[in-house]
């Protein structure tokens, strides 16, 4: 079964809004919590991670939130704009990486 | 982070053949990783590659299956065998960044994979 559950399965944003795509998990022993953006046709790009020993980690526009008593785990994309449309994976981390089901993201113009 | 090439982008294969996936790294890197991601689905490690040993694969991949090598530290190819249509896919290989842990992982374009 999935061990990293992902939400929204897909979600509309305007241009210039903020999208949130959240993650949860069980398994105490991820370390680890990177975020990826895959475009259609192409391999998925590593984005921002964070580790437990943080709550907020803030790269540009890509902001990831981490709570680690609740096991939960958010990407913000402030600012959204076209170009940030693409399907985003959140990951965690013991000895290998395992993936949530995936949020596809539309900015509208 | 490396260059990472995968040959061949795309290919389409009759059932009941074999196909094999290169993966090419600009840089030595200590551990390489095969990831299949079904049509529209979210990625799911076939196996680490090994450098001068076997892989090592995840549970509901076997080697007869799935046969990789890794000759040397910027190379390794991923073997589909006997294909059937479920095996269309896109096959990622992904490298840790050198000098790290295996959990900052960077990957190839893939290769598309339609199996008739």
């Known amino acids: 079964q999935q061990q990293v559950k992902q939400s929204p399965q897909s979600l509309i944003v305007q241009k210039g809004g903020i999208s949130i795509i959240n993650c949860a998990y069980e398994?105490?022993?991820?370390?680890?919590f990177p975020w990826y953006q895959q475009f259609p046709g192409k391999g998925p790009a590593l984005l921002i991670a964070?580790?437990?020993?943080?709550s907020e980690k803030k790269e540009g526009r890509f902001t990831i939130s981490f709570n680690k008593s609740a096991k939960q785990f958010s990407l913000h994309i402030m600012d959204s704009q076209p170009g940030d449309s693409a399907t985003y994976f959140c990951?965690?981390?013991?000895?290998?990486?395992?993936f949530g089901a995936g949020t596809t993201v539309t900015v509208r113009a | 982070s490396a260059v990472i090439s995968q040959k061949p982008s795309r290919d389409i294969c009759q059932r009941g053949t074999s196909l094999t996936i290169q993966c090419q790294v600009d840089?030595?890197?200590?551990?390489m990783f095969w990831y299949r991601q079904q049509p529209g689905q979210s990625l799911t490690l076939i196996a680490t590659?090994?450098?001068?040993?076997?892989?090592?694969?995840e549970s509901g991949f076997v080697i007869d299956k799935f046969p990789i090598s890794r000759p040397n530290l910027t190379f390794s190819t991923l073997t589909v065998s006997n294909m059937s249509p479920e095996d269309s896919s896109i096959y990622l290989c992904?490298?840790?960044?050198?000098?790290?842990?295996?959990?900052?992982?960077?990957f190839g374009p893939g290769t598309r994979l339609t199996v008739l």
């Open positions: 992904s490298v840790a960044g050198s000098g790290r842990a295996a959990d900052e992982q960077f």
């Open positions: 590659a090994n450098q001068g040993s076997e892989a090592t694969y």
């Open positions: 398994n105490t022993a991820f370390d680890y």
């Open positions: 840089s030595q890197v200590t551990m």
């Open positions: 990951a965690a981390f013991d000895y290998k990486l395992s």
């Open positions: 964070i580790r437990p020993d943080v």
